[in-house]
T-cell receptor, first 113, second 115 residues
Framework: DQQVKQNSPSLSVQEGRISILNCDYT??????FLWYKKYPAEGPTFLIS?????DKNEDGRFTVFLNKSAKHLSLHIVPSQPGDSAVYFC????????????FGTGTSLTVIP | DGGITQSPKYLFRKEGQNVTLSCEQN?????MYWYRQDPGQGLRLIYY???????QKGDIAEGYSVSREKKESFPLTVTSAQKNPTAFYLC??????????????FGQGTRLTVV
């Protein structure tokens, strides 16, 4: 059963506009959430994370929002750049269950110049 | 430079043969993981190890085996019992469990093709 879900397989955005990638989870024990960026035939690279004690974390053009009551998080990229085109995975872990990382199925973002 | 290294990047094997994928890290991480990625699917956990000489099955462990004799190394063997071995395999490591604010660092992956 998929505990972390990304319901949009793909997203296209114009350069300079905002990209919003969404992620939902089912396990209320998750207390740490991460976003990874992945290019084809490469390993994912860490982008940004958020602890469950926060509802927002910002790092440059990237902001992650967490809504614990809705079990939903989102990644905002603004302004979007062509180099942001990649597959984005959200992931979650629970510190009291061995810290396994559970990944979503990914959203392929295309930023159109 | 610290990092996590997978080798080889591409691997071809004949059906019915066992094959071992290498994963080495010099980040001094206790925890290591193996994931598999298939087209249109997310990263699925095969095995993970929180400490040397200990490992646990993930969601799709059937047909795979691992060992963790050294902190730095976590090799994955794809056995002939794995029905669909052709995939992109990713190794990762992280700082010790039960530590907040931990992230996983990934290697560059190994593309295994079984013919």
């Amino acid at each position: 059963d998929q505990q972390v879900k990304q319901n949009s397989p793909s997203l296209s955005v114009q350069e300079g506009r905002i990209s919003i990638l969404n992620c939902d989870y089912t396990n209320s024990m998750f207390d740490y959430f991460l976003w990874y960026k992945k290019y084809p035939a490469e390993g994912p690279t860490f982008l940004i994370s958020i602890s469950s004690i926060k509802d927002k974390n910002e790092d440059g053009r990237f902001t992650v929002f967490l809504n614990k009551s809705a079990k939903h998080l989102s990644l905002h990229i603004v302004p979007s750049q062509p180099g942001d085109s990649a597959v984005y995975f959200c992931a979650a872990s629970a510190s009291n269950t061995g810290n396994q990382f559970y990944f979503g199925t990914g959203t392929s973002l295309t930023v159109i110049p | 430079d610290g990092g996590i290294t997978q080798s080889p990047k591409y691997l071809f094997r004949k059906e019915g043969q066992n094959v071992t994928l290498s994963c080495e890290q010099n980040l001094n991480h206790d925890a290591m993981y193996w994931y598999r990625q298939d087209p249109g699917q997310g990263l699925r956990l095969i095995y993970y190890s929180q400490i040397v000489n200990d490992f646990q099955k993930g969601d799709i462990a059937e047909g795979y085996s691992v060992s963790r004799e050294k902190k730095e190394s976590f090799p994955l063997t794809v056995t002939s019992a794995q029905k669909n071995p052709t995939a992109f395999y990713l190794c990762a490591s992280s700082i010790p469990p039960n530590t907040r604010s931990t992230e996983a660092f990934f290697g560059q992956g190994t593309r295994l093709t079984v013919v």
